[in-house]
């Protein structure tokens, strides 16, 4: 029988198979394989939200999986510090969701306070799984009008998808709707800037929690990505991830970095050395960029403090 993991709870693996939920298993010749890891994060890795997973039906109505399930692809994070757990100075990767067409980002104008920093995170992140990302900038209804639209100018510039959002004035709201038709999106975001709220209002069926800080997700409990999967229609699924509160890229170099900075890898290019870090270098065409406007200030601030986290874990 096939299915698709819809939520995963320790060692409770629920499967979505015609509309209901059954609890499924991993045969245990799998856990074993995983074993020799000796790492908690890599074990509850093995199956992942969004999996398309064979199982068998045991009598009382459970289910065991047999086989762990090819990708097409998969978000992932940098996995948070965990005292003993990761090394010092190294950190694991964590699977978020698997078979991923859309990444929605989601920020907010205000409270939180517009960070385009966690944005840019957020955009390295889901392009470098190999989803498209798409920009949502919800609270739209907050917006002071002498900013207008200067975040949403400079990323639909770059040529991302932004939408502005707002489930005060339900601006944008339809547009969301639309796009997720026949996709699989997962939707990440800081807590409080309104995706639960947002998740609400594309399907009766999802009833995510509001502006609830939850003891689940609470200190010392980072190490569990609580994803889950809604089912709005046959080939429609939106995954919620309210347990994943940071989202760093994992395993980039400082050229992957700077290759999804579309806007600095194009003008890269010129730099004198082709080792450019376009920090103290001479004929650096990237600061001149910057300087001369061409390259916002904020793209070029937020690429070097991305750089500068891997320089710390020595990647
Ligand atoms: P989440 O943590 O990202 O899931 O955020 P929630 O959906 O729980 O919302 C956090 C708070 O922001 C709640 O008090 C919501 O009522 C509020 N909120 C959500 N969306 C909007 C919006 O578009 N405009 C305004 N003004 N408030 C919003
Ligand atoms: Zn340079």
């Known amino acids: 029988m096939k299915g698709i993991v819809s939520r995963i709870e320790s060692k409770n ?12 298993y991993l045969r245990g010749r799998l856990k074993l394989e995983a074993e020799w890891k000796k790492d908690k994060l890599l074990y509850t890795d093995l199956i992942v939200v969004g999996d398309y997973v064979d199982f068998e039906l045991n009598e009382d109505g459970t289910g065991v999986i047999e086989k762990i399930p090819e990708r097409r692809n998969y978000l992932s994070r940098k996995a948070p510090y965990i005292k003993g757990v990761s090394e010092k100075g190294k950190r694991f ?12 980002c989601v920020v907010s104008v205000d409270k939180p306070k517009f960070n385009n920093r966690v944005l840019d995170r957020m955009l390295v992140t889901a392009e470098s799984c190999e989803t498209t990302p798409i920009i949502v900038i919800n609270k739209y209804d907050l917006m002071k009008k002498r900013k207008k ?22 601006q944008g709201i339809d547009e969301i709707k639309q796009l997720i038709q026949g996709k699989t999106s997962v939707f990440i975001g800081h807590s409080g800037v309104g995706k639960s709220s947002i998740l609400n209002q594309l399907d009766s ?6 502006d609830e800080i939850s003891e689940a997700w609470g200190k010392g409990k980072h190490t569990t990505v609580t994803a889950q999967l809604f089912k709005l229609n046959d080939n429609t699924f939106v995954i919620d991830t309210p347990g994943v509160r940071e989202i760093e890229p994992y395993g980039l170099t400082r050229e992957d970095i700077t290759h999804y900075f579309r806007e600095i890898a194009i003008v890269a290019k010129n730099c004198r050395f082709n080792t450019c870090t376009h920090t103290h270098e001479p004929d650096c065409a990237v600061k001149t960029a910057v300087e001369e406007e061409i390259i916002p200030f904020e793209r070029y601030d937020s690429y070097l403090r991305l750089v500068e986290t891997l320089d710390e874990e020595k990647f």
């Open 149 to 170: 639209d200067y975040w949403y100018d400079l990323y639909t510039a770059l040529g991302y998808k932004v939408i502005k959002s707002s489930v005060v004035t339900m």
């Open 13 to 24: 693996i629920y499967v979505l198979y015609e509309e209901k939920e059954i609890i499924c």
């Open 93 to 104: 990767e964590q699977l978020i969701a698997a078979n991923v067409d859309y990444t929605f």
């Open 205 to 210: 069926k999802i009833n995510q929690k509001v």
